[in-house]
């Protein structure tokens, strides 16, 4: 059989389980990392609201149900707060899109961040580059196989898991009640959640939102 396969020009396919990755090879000329430093390391910083985000998609697996929920946020790296986000069942081009507009819809006059992402073929499309191009934000993407270029996003997932999914029995629990429930914990982010910032040479607990209006940044 190996034989018959090999003269036939043909080669066995393995199922292969692991983080899920929509990485689809060099679909198109991708775009040019822009939060590469010189020395080979980035800058996940930003000095005000709206001036660079990160984008990535994670997946959670529930244990009755055989679906997977994915997650596309699209984090501002000014103080990680998820300005645009979107659930689903389907790691396609509709949730990444969804998640992208939601976030532009918070931009404000002359507003134009540096959108990072990896390379996947979600971000490669002609509906995220359209997104893009109406809204001027300036399209960054990874260097090939270095999950470390968007580490800023992994960071967020790490956060997330640890405080929402793991350690957590879902037992019973179906794609439609977690979708609404990682909502709603999505929502809570910026407006519940107390976080730690450096301000003045000491650290100090807020929420993101209420942080932005201390410091005169939101209404």
Known sequence: MRRLMRGLGLRVCYARRGRYSSYAGE???????????????????????????????TEFRLPDDGRKVYLSPVVDLFDGKPVGWAVGTSPDARLTESSLEMACATLGEGEAPVAHTDRGCHYRWPGWKAICGRHGLARSMSRKGTSPDNAACEGFFGNLKNEFFHGRDWSGWTAEAFMELLDGWMAAYS????????????????????????LGLAA
């Open 191 to 214: 407006t519940v959640r107390l976080k730690a910032f450096r301000e003045g040479g000491r650290t100090v607990y807020d929420t993101i939102d209420n942080r932005r209006r201390r």
């Open 27 to 57: 679909i198109d000329a991708p775009a040019p990392n822009l939060l590469l430093r010189a020395d080979g390391t980035h800058d996940f910083s930003a000095g005000r609201p709206n001036e660079a985000w990160v984008s990535d998609v």
